[in-house]
Antibody, heavy 117, light 110 residues
């Protein structure tokens, strides 16, 4: 069974940092591009970042460029999102997702990040 | 904010047909990138409804159909059912090397 389980969310002060993790199982993790997508309370889905299957290529939404870093460890079947210089507007549910533009995407259940003093 | 727009809400009575539009530009939908549609029930992760503009994954009822033309796409739901009440998002790629989601549409079954 395919599973994506996010962790690492929580409450952080503005300017602080958090690292999200996404543990993958039930599929060949190293074969898939992976994404982070977020959803602010009561708002729509917003793509955050993407990494290719071997980790050699990444891309980011303009709103997080220079502050967030996506990475992966294929030996541990884990995706990461290092979030620095956090702002109130980064408050959201963060979803880890497999291949969102493919024919067989899969999403985790999300982890909540709250940026507040 | 998203560069791909959808109507905030659509509604219909059970059994009716509703359509959701997804309007982009020459840098995303109009550039030939595929459109995918997701359904999100309250408190849950999105679920793929349509991929590659008009293809349904196995298990998705044929009441759902997708189409694309020029810089726009649309999702149609025929024979609307109470369980279809959810938020719907189109998704594509943009030439700025980013992925984009539409602004989202809430479907209400009257």
């Amino acid at each position: 069974e395919v599973q994506l389980v996010e962790s690492g969310g929580g409450l952080v002060q503005p300017g602080g940092s958090l690292r999200l993790s996404c543990a993958a199982s039930g599929f060949t993790f190293s074969s898939y591009w992976m994404h982070w997508v977020r959803q602010a309370p009561g708002k729509g889905l917003v793509w955050v970042s993407r990494i290719n299957s071997d980790g050699s290529s990444t891309s980011y939404a303009d709103s997080v460029k220079g502050r967030f870093i996506i990475s992966r460890d294929n030996a541990k079947n884990t995706l990461y999102l290092q979030m620095n210089s956090l702002r109130a507007e980064d408050t959201a549910v963060y979803y880890c997702a497999r291949d969102i533009s493919g024919i067989d995407p899969y999403w985790g259940q999300g982890t909540v990040v709250t940026v507040s003093s | 904010q998203s560069v791909v727009t959808q109507p905030p809400s659509v509604s219909g009575a059970p059994g009716q047909r509703v359509t959701i539009s997804c309007t982009g530009s020459s840098s995303n939908i109009g550039a030939g990138y595929d459109i995918h549609w997701y359904q999100q029930l309250p408190g849950t992760a999105p679920k793929l409804l349509i991929y590659g503009n008009s293809n349904r994954p196995s298990g998705v009822p044929d009441r759902f159909s997708g189409s694309k033309s020029g810089t726009s796409a649309s999702l149609a739901i025929t024979g609307l059912q109470a369980e279809d009440e959810a938020d719907y998002y189109c998704q594509s790629y943009d030439s700025s090397l980013s992925y984009v989601f539409g602004t989202g549409t809430k479907v209400t079954v009257l």
